[in-house]
């Protein structure tokens, strides 16, 4: 932690745990001793209390304290959120929408696991697009004789989902035909009972005498009536037989499920059996080879007139060699990929802001006079909606790069961010191209734009509000203006620093969804435009799905955030297990 | 001419309508080499007294001069042990006094200065504890760093700002002999404000009391002619200590009566309203 504000030589940090050294003994116990301060104080940084009672509870500190600390901390908690779950699994089937019913928490599980299915497949396919020999083959096999069990699989499939139409149809036949009977026999009473009363009136009419007409017309109104309500009773017959028609009966939604999963392996086993036969990279580099030397060899005995020809096919297929060298499967977005590019969009344009924000703040608490510059616009700017912003950068950035495509900036850009993210582990395997593009960099000047003020506020009240006697101090020693500012200001203001710039981060998340969302920049909000776009059954499964995904990073990087602030607080809790 | 001179300082605080006059007219003269102890009660001006001789604050009237020259900024040579410690939290206890220690003396070698922070680090008897951060040290033992912090500097006038008064009993007794220690090592000129007269006839050559504010000044002097090094163990046998201290103690009785009294005249005559009854209505 020292070496934030001091060079590396001089912290010892390894002596400096305080009870450990005084048992220098290093007895087994005291080992064990040490390691629960480092996991307390781990926990502490880290802000995870709710695992405090545990490892106390492991070390047999104060039982019954730690029970009741872990039931209010983790089993409080989780209770709370299986209810959730639970009220939602109740009610969402009830909520219904012009998009269906709202997901359950279980259909919203499969949404996320099409979703990982369909991103784990497109990176199998890519791997057998570039592999080669025996490794290639042995895929193609693989994959041939999963094709053949998928076919099996299929017919099952499609006979299940026939037998369950059929066993359904039947059933609701037989359900149905007693209501039909039913209302058959009430409409044909109903229409010889009304026919009976409109005699009747108009019987009432000759026996009735002439000077109560009136009473002619209440007889009528009374059958009107009448007829409505038994048109109530038709109408609500008619309706529970319609519901009886629309009922999915839970067997043939399994078998459909099943039909489409099975189709969907299907035609990936298929579509993966070319990617790594016909249509894999060896298979197209051997045939351009193949050619290349056909023609080299035809070159060598030919008459001058087919030479040129040769020589010219010969060329092109060199180059289409380079390109095929260099050809990747062209693998579409998936969300793994969007998660990375989302992150670092938020990171760029976090660090954008960063970058402004400090400077700025630092001048602002330094100085009153510029503060008072300063502030009408932050006043102004900072309740400015991102999609303003989005909307200008977006114009600005497009008259920047009038033509991406041969922008070399940024191939400069795309270069640099590959090169890093290739290197990266985990990432490095998930993401080809990021693909920046003036999209990209219009999401990351609104994440920043957004997100600035948050820093730049708070590292202008923390440079401000430097306590005197430090400042005394400084004055004291003479410090050189640099010095008081490197030595004093800055690490005195750097928790608030850090508490802005985690506010900030938590905005340019926020901000970076509806941003990619208008900009459709890929990315997280891009894949919840093009979920709701696509209108498939699961859409809005997989939407929600999204609330988990964005919730949860969200909730990750903040978490970052607050160990790099509790690492920089010096009176904070940090030291004191 | 004398080392440091303080003469005719005013100084306030607040605007000019409504204006809190804390020292008025002071005026003192120290030598090279001197020890002088200021006592006096809380909030009269003692740490506004320091700040004044450091130079952190400019009087309003009058002038402080040292070496014959007015002190306009403060400096390395007057070295402050101020009163809240005023170390820096951020920084472990080696750290703190490295940071003065390298401002002071740019031309030391990175060893040099090691060692340097190590010798006064021990002088408080902190060894140990140099890699421990001020919020996991005790109020006494923040004291001390603060002190080793401002006698690294080896500043040419020292002023200590009750240095000793979060201590207890015995490292308060400890930390005294040290100070004279030191100061008879390397005699240098000492400005320590205290509130404990026994603490002050014990180290002091000179004692001044301050009266309590507003517009506190210095009262007369009390000149210390024991003998060092003193004992402490027989100095309450020693009927020139007690006759001193009660000279002194028996002053501040009387000058705090006083100022008292002054409060109590010039305090606002209240209507004499008796509160109605309510509950009997
Ligand atoms: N910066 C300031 N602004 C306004 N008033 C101040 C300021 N500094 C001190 N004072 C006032 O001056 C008076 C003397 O303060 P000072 O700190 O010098 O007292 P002190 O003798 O050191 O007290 P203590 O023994 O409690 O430390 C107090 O009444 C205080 O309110
Ligand atoms: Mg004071």
């Avoid at chain 1, 220098?24 to 709710?50: N, Y």
Wanted: hydrophobic share 45%; aromatic share 6%; with cysteine.
């Amino acid at each position: 932690m020292s070496t934030l504000h001091e060079p590396r030589d001089e912290s010892h940090d390894e002596t400096s745990s305080g009870p450990a050294t005084a048992a220098e003994a290093s007895s087994e116990e005291s080992i064990a001793l040490r390691f629960k301060h480092a996991l307390l104080k781990a926990i502490d940084v880290t802000a995870l209390g709710f695992l405090e009672p545990v490892v106390r509870l492991c070390y047999g500190e104060e039982p019954r304290v730690q029970l009741r600390n872990i039931a209010r901390l983790i089993v409080l908690p989780t209770v709370a959120f299986v209810l959730f779950l639970g009220v939602w699994a109740v009610t969402a089937p009830n909520l219904r929408t012009k998009y269906g019913a709202l997901p359950t928490p279980s259909q919203v599980w499969d949404g996320w696991c099409a979703i990982m299915t369909f991103h784990e497949r497109e990176m199998e396919k890519s791997e057998a697009y570039l592999a080669e020999g025996p490794e290639r083959e042995a895929i193609v096999a693989e994959a041939t004789a999963r094709l053949q069990l998928l076919e099996r699989a299929s017919k099952v499939a499609n006979e299940r989902v026939a037998t369950a139409r059929e066993r359904e149809q039947a059933d609701k036949e037989a359900r149905l035909t007693p209501l039909r009977a039913e209302l058959e026999a009430f409409e044909s009473q109903l229409e010889a009972e009304t026919e009976e009363r409109f005699a009747a009136v108009e019987a009432m009419s000759t026996t009735h005498p002439a000077d109560d007409r009136a009473v002619l017309v209440r007889e009528l109104a009374k059958v009107a009536e009448w007829t409505e309500s038994q048109e109530e009773i038709v109408a609500r017959m008619k309706a529970s037989m319609k519901e009886i028609e629309d009922e999915k009966s839970p067997a043939l939604v399994a078998a459909l499920h099943l039909q489409t999963s099975v189709a969907e392996e299907k035609q990936f086993t298929e579509k993966l059996i070319q990617v790594a036969g016909a249509k894999s990279r060896e298979v197209k580099l051997n045939a351009l080879v193949a050619s290349i030397r056909e023609d080299q060899a035809a070159h060598a005995s030919a008459d001058p007139d087919s030479a040129y020809e040769l020589a010219h096919s010969i060329a092109k297929d060199r180059a289409r060699l380079e390109d095929v060298v260099e050809s990747t499967y062209p693998r579409p977005w998936t969300l793994p990929m969007q998660i990375v590019r989302s992150i670092l969009t938020v990171f760029s344009g976090f660090l954008i802001g960063v970058a402004i924000a400090i400077p700025l703040g630092i001048l602002c608490g330094l100085s009153s006079t510029f503060m008072a510059m300063v502030t009408p616009f932050i006043a102004l700017f900072k309740p400015v909606s991102p999609i303003v912003w989005l909307l200008i950068f977006w114009i600005v950035v497009g008259g920047v790069f009038p033509d991406p495509a041969s922008s070399q900036t940024l191939q400069v850009l795309n270069y640099l961010a590959n090169s890093v993210l290739s290197v990266t582990p985990y990432v490095g395997s998930i993401v080809d191209d990021i693909d920046i593009n003036p999209a990209f960099i219009a999401s990351a000047l609104t994440v920043a734009t957004c997100s600035l003020w948050a820093t730049m506020v708070n590292t202008a009240l923390g440079v401000a509000s430097v306590d005197q006697d430090h400042v005394n101090v400084a004055r004291v020693l003479k410090l050189s203006p640099y010095d008081r500012l490197v030595k004093i200001v800055l690490p005195s203001a750097l928790p608030l620093v850090f508490a802005g710039m985690r506010i900030s981060l938590g905005i340019g998340w926020m901000v970076l969804i509806a941003a990619e969302l208008l900009a459709s920049s890929e990315g997280l909000g891009k894949f919840t435009n093009d979920m709701f776009q696509n209108g498939n059954t699961d859409s809005f499964a997989k939407i929600m799905v999204m609330v988990f995904v964005v919730g949860v990073i969200g909730l990750v990087l903040d978490r970052i955030m607050i160990v790099f602030q509790r690492l920089v607080s010096f009176e904070g809790s940090v030291a004191t297990v | 001419m004398s080392f440091l001179e303080l003469s005719h300082v005013d100084k306030g605080f607040g605007p000019a309508a409504d204006r809190y006059e804390v020292l008025d007219d002071v005026n003192l003269s120290i030598d090279r080499n001197e020890f002088v102890a200021v006592i006096g009660f809380s909030g009269s001006g003692k740490s506004t007294l320091v700040s004044l001789l450091a130079g952190l604050l400019q009087p309003d009237a009058g002038e402080v001069r040292m070496n014959g020259e007015v002190v306009t900024e403060p400096g390395p040579e007057r070295g402050v042990v101020f009163q809240n410690y005023s170390l820096l939290p951020w920084l472990t206890v080696a750290s703190n006094v490295e940071l003065a220690v390298k401002q002071v003396f740019p031309e030391m070698s990175r060893t040099e200065r090691r060692e340097h922070v190590q010798h006064f680090v021990d002088l408080v008897s902190l060894s140990g504890a140099e890699h421990k951060r001020p919020h996991e040290l005790s109020g006494g033992m923040r004291q001390r760093v603060s002190l080793a912090r401002t006698l690294s500097m080896r500043p040419d006038l020292l002023l200590l700002d009750e240095p000793l008064s979060a201590l207890d009993a015995l490292t308060r007794a400890t930390l005294q002999d040290e100070l004279v220690r030191l100061w008879l090592e390397d005699r240098r000129t000492v400005v320590m404000i205290t509130n404990d007269v026994d603490e002050a006839v014990l180290l002091a050559d000179r004692i001044v009391p301050l009266t309590p504010g507003p517009n506190a000044t210095l009262g007369p002097d009390f000149v210390v002619d024991l003998e060092r090094p003193r004992d402490r163990t027989t100095l309450n046998y020693d009927p020139a200590f007690v006759r001193l201290r009660n000279r002194i103690t028996n002053y501040l009785v009387d000058v705090n009566a006083e100022s008292r009294q002054l409060r109590v005249d010039r305090a606002v005559q209240l209507p004499d309203v008796v509160p109605a009854d309510l509950t009997t209505v």
